[in-house]
Structure formats: C-alpha cells, structure tokens
C-alpha cells in the first residue's frame, strides 16, 4: 500500500469490470490522456500512486465504457423481466381476488340452500306425518266398514 493513501487494498474483481471505482491499492482511479506515440489523446483510467512500484488499476476508458454499457444494458433486460414478472403477478393477484369472490358467493348460495332445505325438509316431515295419519285412518275406516260388512254377511 502506497504511503500516500490511507485506504485499505482492493479485491482484485472489485476493480475488474465497467468503469473502475477503486484502485487494487484502494485509491480512486482518475482519467488521464494518452501521451504515447500509438493512443494519442486516448483516455485511461490509472492511480495517482501508479509511480510507487506496485501495481495499480490501468484501463482504457472506451474499454470500461463498453463494459459499462453492457452492464446497463444487461440490467436494462433484467428490469424488463421483473416489470413482466410483475405484470404476471398483478393478473394472478387479480385471478385470486376473483376466485376468492366466487367463494364467497358460492359459501352464501350454499348457506341459502341449506336453510331452504332445512324449511323444507320440516315441511316434509310435517307432511309425512299428515299422510301417516290420513293412511292410518283410512286402515281403521276400512277395518271398521270390513267388520261392518263382515258381521252384517254373517247375521244375513
């Protein structure tokens, strides 16, 4: 570490990709020209402490913007997943909501059923009854018109 900064040494990776952050030495990078014959004008990122003897962050500037692009881009792509995922949700959300209200319905429909059928099956009972008593005299009319009949064919 270079006796001009005081920040702890970065991760190797930390430095690697899009536009550099941090220095492997922990410094943040600056942008300088180019002054060699082959990239003049040319823009890099580099370390104030590069003249120290360790090694330092060097990239060139279109290189990270690239990078950072694709990174854009790549995000870009992942949020327009989510926003779809998203959208998907929201129409089950909905689908539940409307299932949920069915039930509901359906939970009221079966209430009223039941107490329709408790009325009735009351009515019903009520009913048999009537009839169990109507069938009952009618056997006790005919019982006694028979023994009427009956006795009356045996005195004759």
């Known amino acids: 570490m270079s006796a001009l900064t005081n920040t702890s040494p970065v991760k190797y990776d930390d430095t690697e990709y899009g536009i550099p952050?941090?220095?492997y030495c922990g410094e943040r990078p600056k942008l300088?020209?180019?002054f060699t014959r082959t990239n003049p004008g040319s823009l890099y990122y580099t370390c104030r402490n590069r003249e120290d003897g360790d090694y330092h962050i060097f990239k060139w500037w279109d290189e990270a913007m690239m990078e950072e692009l694709k990174s854009v881009k790549e995000d870009i792509l992942?949020?327009?997943c989510l926003n779809q995922m998203r959208e998907a949700l929201?129409?089950?959300k909905e689908e539940i909501a409307n299932i949920l209200n069915m039930?509901?319905?359906n939970q009221m429909e079966l209430g009223r059923l039941k107490a329709l059928i408790a009325n009735k099956s009351d009515g019903l009972?009520?009913?048999?009854?009537?009839?169990?008593?109507?069938?009952?005299?009618?056997?006790?009319?005919?019982?006694?018109v028979t023994s009427v009949y009956v006795s009356k064919t045996m005195t004759v």
């Open 125 to 144: 009972t009520m009913e048999l009854k009537l009839t169990n008593v109507f069938v009952a005299t009618l056997f006790i009319i005919f019982g006694l």
């Open 32 to 34: 300088q020209p180019s």
């Open 78 to 80: 992942k949020l327009t």
């Open 103 to 105: 039930h509901k319905e």
């Open 90 to 92: 929201q129409d089950q």
């Open 21 to 23: 952050a941090v220095c």
